[in-house]
């Protein structure tokens, strides 16, 4: 039997992915900047735009995870437009930048780069592949009052901290010298 696309079952989705998403951006920074940050919008150790974007995808590419070809693509364009978006808005909202890829070669506006872009196709391929379907499975065995139950709490958890988070950006724009966006981290060494 197919997964469901339920609002229980996505939502577990956004949470695995937006907390599995923060992890990878801790891992990747303490790599190329040589130091811990807390790489996400929010306090709590969760990067939404990683949720968000694999809620949209297991839905959108229920019928095609077979094709590498269209995983690939996919990655490639969609993470890297959600990117862009993302970091577009944010730049806008709070006159900020949570990452800056300026001293990357081909690289739009710093907000997505070339390199990124292709592991994002790669990176695609061996998510829908490999780990989203065992994310799936194992979301398939929990029982629905407890789906039911994570969702309440982390949902709002997620609220209060997203409010907090906003609050926090807003102050953000009062320390800000010039008309340039403040670098919130470091990227590089």
Known sequence: MPFQYGFLELFLIFMFWGVAGWLIEVVDMRIEAGEFQNRGFLHMPFCPMYGVGMAAASVGLSGVKNSYLILFAFGVIFCSVLEYIVGGIMERLFHTKWWDYSHMRFNIKGRVCLRNAILFGFASILVFRVVEPIVETVIGWIPVHIR????????????????????????????????QPMLIFKAHR
Do not use: C, E, N
Not at 159 to 167: G, K
């Open 148 to 179: 039911m139950l994570i969702t309440m709490i982390f949902g709002a958890a997620f609220v209060i901290d997203l409010v907090l988070s906003a609050r926090r950006a807003w102050a953000y724009r009062g320390l800000q010298k010039g008309d």
